[in-house]
């Protein structure tokens, strides 16, 4: 997959994840990006689980719904991790 495709792809998982998360989300694109690329590579690694001989960089038609899923769990992730700082 090109870098192009895979930053496009990456973009539009952040954005459906960001969409989909309550909450407030204060980050700019190339984070909403980031978090988009972050997601497809736990999304791709879930992904090759359940297929038996798959690939974690295999592009499969359910990539954007596994890419969205990962970045659904990293915001999540990162929510726990934000609200658990003492701030002081």
Do not use: C, E, K, Y
């Amino acid at each position: 997959m090109g870098i192009i495709a895979f930053l496009v792809i990456g973009l539009l998982a952040g954005l459906i994840a960001r969409a989909l998360m309550p909450g407030n989300q204060s980050m700019g694109l190339i984070a909403t990006t980031l978090l988009g690329i972050v997601g497809s590579f736990v999304g791709g690694f879930i992904g090759s689980l359940f297929n038996s001989g798959g690939r974690v960089f295999d592009l499969h038609p359910t990539g954007l719904l596994f890419s969205v899923l990962g970045a659904l769990a990293v915001l999540f992730l990162v929510g726990l991790a934000g609200r658990r700082r003492v701030h002081v």
